[in-house]
């Protein structure tokens, strides 16, 4: 009988360490990008929104661009599986997410956090990928980025 009960009760301490640990995992989720990626968040109501629909086909239009600036998307649905880069994530990091850059339920949010972690750009309704890489190509990091790619080349001598 007492093994059965120290059983019992490592189990259960068992799944409430586990539970907590994949919580507090997927709030990290943004730091597993820190200082190697951009993260464009889009918030919205359902795959089936039509600002939804504008923006993913811009960002598939524009796929060299964003892997030129070493962008990661995650697509946070209200009532369907959220992703990242077409991977699911969870509900509670979904939900995470959503309380963390108070994106309003029922409309397109799209959020920019830079490689520091910070926000960037937030805009909503309709997207725009032009604003978006502009806003990219601003940042004081994305300009050291050009300016290496940019040195590197220059000093390549052809012959």
Known sequence: MTK???????????????????QNTDKNILDSYRWNNRILIIFTPSSNNSNFKKAEDLLKQNNDGILDRDLVIFYI??????????????????????????????????????KDGGEKLRTTGQFNVERLFERIDELPMRQSEIEERTFSFDSIKFE
């Open 4 to 22: 059965i009960r120290i059983s019992s009760l490592s189990l259960i301490l068992f799944f409430i360490c586990d539970l907590s640990f994949s």
């Open 77 to 114: 649905f209200e009532n369907s599986q959220s992703t990242v880069n077409n991977l699911p994530i969870n509900k509670f990091t979904s939900n995470y997410l959503r309380e963390k850059f108070y994106a309003a339920n029922g409309k397109s949010t799209y959020i920019l956090v830079g």
